[in-house]
């Protein structure tokens, strides 16, 4: 039993387990690239999710592992100084496959569109935060050309927990909420609106449109109105400017290209900064409000992958010292 163990052993920590896994891992690749442009994006997608790629890649991860293992016995066994300078390595490669493999497979991820006052509760967060404001990514009068930027400033959105805590998350770097790691994905305008009819108000709220950067037109509908609304931010004025034409808009009060549908047939076409009438009803355009698209991810090995990181590169460095060691003899 001992033997048929012992053989089992070194069968599964050999350097020959650990070649034919890296041929069969360039010929996936190579394969792959052939084929897609997103091979590694693939592999890691497969090997996070499929059952069987993940049992392949364990017993993979069991090789280095092991075979890791044995290079550090066998260098400390040694005794040679020089072993200290190959440890580290043989210690971070292990550790970082193994911590970015299980960080790949347990990780969390959410999205969640958000305006100020909404709740945001997370699965794996104890409490409810709250989005206590959202700071804009326009101006709220600007000017643009062909060749301006979309956003003038990083979309942050400011957060607070129960206990009265405090969060700015921006775009890049996440922000470290919780538990979870949080960043914003997108920012928008949320149009408001109002329709009436004699006066009497039928429907009002915000809905969050894609609407930015501008030209782009998004819809929505007001249930159970039988209409279908289309909207475009248009300049709010154009401007000649050193024989350039420079479009003006005013993100407090936007310039609205509006159609609506009734089916298949359209009832009003045309622009407005107030209000449009239609079908004996009234639309009016509230001032905007912001909107974030925020991710939301827990990774519980992060840290150890850090680690295994953080040794890896210490021991690449370390390595070559081992080799001057030996070559000194």
Known sequence: MISLLERFYRALSSQAVTFWYVVAFVLYYLTFTIWSEEAFGRFINLISTNPLAIVLYSVFLVNITLLMGRKVWTSLRAGR?????????????????????????????????????????????????????????????????????????????????????????????????????????????????????????????????????????????IKPMPYKFFLTVIPNDLIRKAGEEVRLYNIERPRYRVEILKGDRKVFSGETEDSVRFDGMKLRFLKPENWVLLEMVYNPFYLPYVAGLTVLLAGLFLYPFSMLGRSGK
């Not at 580290?88 to 790949?104: D, E, Q, R, T, W």
């Not at 600007?142 to 956003?151: A, G, K, N, Y």
């Not at 909420?177 to 109002?194: A, D, K, Q, T, W």
């Not at 030209?215 to 509908?221: A, K, L, M, R």
Request: glycine share 10%.
């Open 81 to 221: 100084c020089s072993a200290l300078f190959r440890i580290p390595l043989y210690l971070g490669v292990a550790l970082f496959l193994v911590s970015s493999f299980l960080s790949l497979t347990t990780r969390e991820v959410r999205w969640q569109l958000l305006g100020r006052g909404d709740p945001l509760q997370v699965p794996w967060e104890r409490g409810v935060f709250r989005v206590d404001g959202i700071e804009s990514a326009l101006r709220q009068s600007m000017l643009r050309t062909e060749d301006s930027l979309i956003f003038d400033y990083e979309p942050v959105v400011i957060l607070s927990d129960s206990a009265g805590n405090r969060y700015r998350v921006g775009a890049f770097p996440p922000e470290k909420v919780g538990r979870s790691y949080m960043h914003v994905l997108n920012f928008g305008i949320g149009p408001g609106v109002e329709l009436s009819r004699d006066g009497e108000i039928i429907s009002r709220g915000y809905f969050a449109l894609r609407l930015v950067p501008f030209g782009g037109t998004d819809s929505f509908e």
